[in-house]
Structure formats: C-alpha cells, structure tokens
C-alpha cells in the first residue's frame, strides 16, 4: 500500500521559516515527479512547487518563487520544502503529492496519483 506522510507543519511568526518532509512507502518515486500543494480556509486546493525525478528541474507558483525551495533525497523516498520568510497568507493545509507515472512533468493536480493527509502551516502577524 503506498503511502505518503507529511511532517514539519506549525506555528510560526511572519517572516520565520519552516521544513515540511514527505515520506513516501510502498513502492519507489526515484522516477517520479514529486509535487507540494496548498489549501487556504474556504479556498480550493493549489499548485505550490514541483520537483522532477533527479531533482534537476523544479518549478515553483509565483507567490512562492524566491521564497520557497523544494528537493528530494531518493535514497530516502523524501522530499522536502524549506519555507523562508513566511507570510501570513502562506497559512494553509500544505499537501504532498506524487504522479504514478514515470518521467513525466506533472503540471496539474489532475495528474498526481498519491496524496499526504496534510500538515498544517499557519503564519501569524
């Protein structure tokens, strides 16, 4: 059964930092994008950043970009994403995700297969 696992969510004040991890088990992602979503209270589900199987190519949404970075470790089916100066309007319930299908740039939501349960990140002012 394959499963994924966020940790590193919390409270921190504007500006500050945070490292969510997203463990992965059940099968191997070294082939895999891998991807970090985002859902703010009584909004929909967003793109926040991508990452490709060897970690040579990422991509990010604009309201993180220079902000925000993602990478991966295969060798421990994790990935990862450093959020530095955090603001109040990144509060969310942060998702990490991955497509089943290998080398393949996923772009859209749709093409992700597997999701976390979610860690929360709420940025206070």
């Known amino acids: 059964q394959v499963e994924l696992v966020e940790s590193g969510g919390g409270l921190v004040q504007a500006g500050g930092s945070l490292r969510l991890s997203c463990a992965g088990s059940?099968?191997?992602?070294?082939?895999?994008?891998m991807g970090w979503f985002r859902q703010a209270p009584e909004k929909e589900r967003v793109f926040v950043a991508h990452i490709n199987w060897s970690g040579g190519m990422t991509n990010y949404a604009d309201p993180v970009k220079g902000r925000f970075t993602i990478s991966r470790d295969n060798a421990k089916n994790t990935w990862y994403l450093q959020m530095n100066s955090l603001k109040p309007e990144d509060t969310a319930v942060y998702y990490c995700?991955?497509?089943?299908?290998?080398?393949?740039?996923?772009?859209?939501?749709?093409?992700?297969?597997?999701w976390g349960q979610g860690t929360q990140v709420t940025v206070s002012s």
């Open positions: 995700a991955a497509d089943s299908h290998d080398f393949r740039i996923s772009s859209s939501e749709a093409q992700y297969d597997y």
């Open positions: 059940g099968r191997t992602f070294s082939r895999n994008t």
